[in-house]
C-alpha cells in the first residue's frame, strides 16, 4: 500500500523557518517525480515545488523561490522542503505528492497520483 | 501560462449524474487528472489519463475527453459523493496546472 507520510508543519513567526519532511512506503521511491503542493485557508491547490529523479531537476513556484528548498534521500524514501523567511501568506496545509507520470525521452507512462494527508503551517506572530 | 477552468459549483439530486467540466487549451494536448477532496480529509484521485479509474474508486466516477473539455461524471450520485472536485493537468516540463475547484453538492 502506497504511504505517504508528512510531517514538521506547525506554528512559525514571520521571518522563521520550518522544514518539512514526507514518509514515502509501498513503492519505488526514486523512480518518481515527488511534489509539494499546498492549500491556503478556503482555496485552491497550487504547485509550490517538485523534484525529479536522481535531483536531476527541481522547480519552484515564483511565490517560494529563493526562500524555499526541496530535496530528497532516496536512500531513506524521505523527501524534505526547507521553507524559510516564511510569510504571512505561506500559512497553508502541505502535502506531499507523487507523481504517477514518468516521462523517458518522449515517451509518457502514466500511474496514479498518490496524496498524503498534509501538516499545517501557519505563520503569525 | 495555462490556465483550467471549472464551475465553482454544482448541484445534483441522489441518484442522478452530476456532470463536472475543466476547460483549458492545456487539455487539447495532456491527459487531465481529477481529485476529490472532502472536508478535513487529503486529496484522492478519482481519475487519471482523462478516463482511467485507480483500483478502488467507484465505477460511478467515469472521465471523458473532447477537445480543450474534460469532464468528470458521477452517475447515481451519492451523498457522500460530497466534495470538492480538482481537474489539474501536467504543463511544460511536467510541472502541474490547478482548475479553480468545484463544489459537489447532493440536495
Known amino acids: 500500500e502506497v504511504q505517504l507520510v508528512e510531517s514538521g508543519g506547525g506554528l512559525a513567526p514571520p521571518g522563521g523557518s520550518l522544514r518539512l519532511s514526507c514518509a514515502a512506503s509501498?513503492?519505488?521511491?526514486?523512480?518518481?517525480?515527488m511534489n509539494w503542493v499546498r492549500q491556503a485557508p478556503g482555496k485552491g491547490l497550487e504547485l509550490v515545488s517538485s523534484i525529479s529523479t536522481s535531483n536531476s531537476n527541481k522547480f519552484y513556484s515564483d511565490s517560494v523561490k529563493g526562500r524555499f528548498t526541496i530535496s530528497r534521500d532516496d536512500a531513506k524514501n524521505l523527501l524534505y522542503l526547507q521553507m524559510n523567511s516564511l510569510r504571512v501568506e505561506d500559512t497553508a496545509v502541505y502535502y506531499c505528492v507523487r507523481d504517477g507520470l514518468r516521462s523517458f525521452g518522449s515517451d509518457d507512462f502514466y500511474e496514479v497520483d498518490y496524496w498524503g494527508q498534509g501538516t499545517l503551517v501557519t505563520v503569525s506572530s | 501560462s495555462y490556465k483550467l477552468t471549472q464551475p465553482s459549483s454544482v448541484s445534483v439530486s441522489p441518484g442522478q449524474t452530476a456532470r463536472i467540466t475543466c476547460s483549458g487549451d492545456?487539455?487539447?494536448?495532456?491527459?487531465a487528472r481529477w481529485l476529490q477532496q472532502k472536508p478535513g480529509q487529503g486529496p484522492l484521485m478519482v481519475i487519471y489519463?482523462?478516463?482511467e479509474r485507480p483500483s478502488g474508486i467507484s465505477a460511478r466516477f467515469s472521465g471523458s475527453s473532447s477537445g480543450t473539455t474534460v469532464t468528470l461524471t458521477i452517475s447515481g450520485a451519492q451523498a457522500d459523493d460530497e466534495a470538492d472536485y480538482y481537474c489539474y493537468s501536467a504543463a511544460d516540463k511536467n510541472l502541474w496546472v490547478f482548475g479553480g475547484g468545484t463544489k459537489l453538492t447532493v440536495i
Open positions: 489519463k482523462d478516463s
Open positions: 509501498g513503492f519505488t521511491f526514486s523512480i518518481y517525480t
Open positions: 492545456l487539455l487539447a494536448k495532456k491527459y
